[in-house]
Structures are given as C-alpha cells and as structure tokens.
C-alpha cells in the first residue's frame, strides 16, 4: 500500500492508537502500584497452582461475551504484555507485537463480522485469553460490547478443603439443574440461601426457576457492571440487595417492578437511599 493511501485511511500516525492505548495502561500501571496491587494480567498458570483439575474434553460454551467479564491470559509470561485492564504495555516499535495490535486494530471490522472467535478457558467462574490476547485487548480500548468466545471449563478437584472449589461445585449443580448459569456464590452455601428466597416469593412448580429468572434476576444481573463480576460474586451481591426490599407480600410481578425502578435509580444517581447499592453494584 502506497504511503499517502496508508495515511488516507489510517492517518499520518499508524501508531496514535496504539500510543494512546499503551498511556493508558502506563496511567494503570502506576495506580496499581501505588496501591500495592499486581499491575499486570492475572494468569491461569499461575492461579492453577496448588489445584488438582481436570480440562473438559469439549468447549461448554460457544457464543459471545462481553471483554469486560475476560479476566486473564494463560501464559505466566504473556500477562506482562499488558496491564491489569488489558492495555498494552510494549514499548518495542519494531517488534512483531505492537505491528500486529495496530494491523488488528485497523482491521477489527473484518474480524468482528467473521466466524473467527478468541478461545478461553474458564476456572472458578473466570475466565483466560488461550487465543485473542490482542483482540481482547482492542474490544476493551474500543469499547466493543462483545466478543465472539468459545469457552472450554477447567473443573478443580472437588476435596471439600476449599471454600471457592466448593461454591463452584454448587454452581454446577444449580446450573445443570435449572440451566442458569448467570449467578454464583463466592462461599458455599449461597444457593441454600437464594433457595429460600425463591420459595419466599414463588410457588413451587417447574417454571419457577425461569419465573426467578424473568421477573427477579434478570434485572439486576443486566445492571452490573461487566467487570464487576471479575471481582465479586453477582449471587452475593443479590441476596444483598433482595434484603434492602421492603418485603411485605410483594407478588413476582412487585419484586421486578421495584427490581427495575431502583436499578434505574441506581444507574442514574437519581435515588440518594441508595448510595450503597450505587457503590457496590456500579461501581
């Protein structure tokens, strides 16, 4: 391609985007550092260790999720390519990284409307970059809304020594029981929990799991913030907000119409009695 035909499409700069993607990782670097956190991506290979597991032999899920729920890389190496919020960090121009984050970057219509999907694996209910390290990367400076994933799970031991192992295990079994798979616990007996708030406000029947679904859940879980979810338990943070309901006989049909108020509140800052809520859930 003819240099003037480059800067037509790209402009005079090809490296303006990935510059200003690579400031905000260094901007991201140092706050976690002066906060005494890891500034860099978590890993699979190093949050795998001291865990006995087993890889499934095919992908539970294939379809689209949001970056914002990607929480790591695979590679223990990798995860110094970019910060904690999957901005690049390479500094090296004539390296094959960099050139191949900005030719992703200016081709991401091409590979967004393809077939091609990044491949994951999912651990406790997070999940890690196996490949589309970069294009994760792009989706999140972008702000693309989802990415097309193909998901395969790593199922720890299950020994009864471990709090999380625990929960997930619980996880599985209310999902292969009720087919939601949008809410877990970070501590064992969070489902024992959300059982009696169901029975509090369904009937028994075979639809009332998508009854909780529809008119409880969905609502709420919609309002949370993607990456919120990498740092807490979306079920804790239910049972949570289902206690600050003023739950006097409100049928389903109540529960979601208030659901669905005060999230609206939340989300607008327009409700001052719930700051807390406005903290914890949009934060």
Known sequence: MQSFEYEFLYGKDPYRKYKEARS?????????????RDPYLPSLENDLKGYRYR???RPFFTGYLQP????????SGRRYCFS?????LQSNYTGDFISKWIKLYNTQAEWLSSSSRIELFEFLRRFYVKEGNKRTSIARFAGIRVLNAQITRIIPEHDGSDPRVEAYYEY?????????????????GGFHALEKLIDEYLPKGKNRYEFFLKDMYSEFYDNLRP????????????LQYMRLI????????QVRQYI???????????NQKKDYLRQVIRK
């Open 24 to 36: 905000i990782a260094k901007k991201e670097v140092l706050q976690a550092r002066f906060l005494k």
């Open 55 to 57: 890889i499934s032999e």
């Open 68 to 75: 914002e729920r990607i929480l790591g890389t695979v590679d």
């Open 84 to 88: 904690h919020n999957f901005m690049p």
């Open 172 to 188: 599985l079994d209310f999902e292969a029981g009720t087919g939601i798979s949008t809410i877990w616990f970070s501590r064992p």
């Open 227 to 238: 990456k919120k979810l990498n740092e807490v338990a979306p079920g804790d943070l239910f």
């Open 246 to 253: 003023p739950g006097l006989n409100l049928s389903p049909k």
């Open 260 to 270: 669905k108020k005060s999230m609206a509140a939340v989300a607008n800052g327009k």
